[in-house]
């Protein structure tokens, strides 16, 4: 549904002749890839510039010829994790599901390297992925890792993990600690607010728009990753509410 519905809208914009148009890159769709290569694609042939949100549609290290805005993913994953040792954890498991975007790949690499700088071991069993949604997912996640504590790839794994541990009698952040990343509207709503890192939506669109208005009056000018600043948001979630960070 995903993917014909944005290749649809893609076909819309080009019969329109739009000046410019803005794709965040879909994911964790069976045919995710290919619909993003066929739209940029048509764009491209239709002489349409395109602004990247979030994240780049070609894996890392490859770079496509589009300008992109978003935050550093990777920066993300270390402060997150940075976090947590500095709160005395050692045992730290990060979560993602399967077919995640890019930018789970960049928090990854992030949360990797700060264990790696804090002298932490990083076991392969350390970085699970969920296939669905069911509790047994997050009951095998605990068996495997059995984490002080848990980095999810976004706020809407983590939120997913809260609830599944909950039910399954974990207390939060008492048996295991778990942070997200993204700060989405939800994330102080959870039953034990979400520590996360911020990612500023609305001066990322305004980025956007800066860096589409710049590439219609002057198509020649590099492309350019433009990446803004993300913060720590500390809340229960997390058990460390009272430390200072780095980004404070």
Known sequence: MKDEQTWRLCNQY???????VFFAPLERTASSNETNDRVVSALELAGIPVVLLDRCFLPYPNRSRHDLVGIDHRRAGYMITEHLLRAGCRRIGFVAYSNSASTVAARIAGYREALF????????ASLQRLN???????RRVMETLKPEAIVGANDRTAGHL?????????????????VGIDDVAYANLLPVPLTTVHQPCRQIGVAAVAAMLERVTNPDMPVRDILLDCRLVIRDSCGAKTLHTISE
């Open 14 to 20: 080009i019969a329109k002749k739009v000046s410019g």
């Open 117 to 124: 700088a804090a002298g932490v071991p990083v076991e392969p």
């Open 132 to 138: 669905s949604d069911d509790e047994s997912e997050v």
């Open 162 to 178: 809260m609830h599944g541990l909950i039910r399954l009698g974990y207390r939060v952040p008492e048996d295991v600690r778990i």
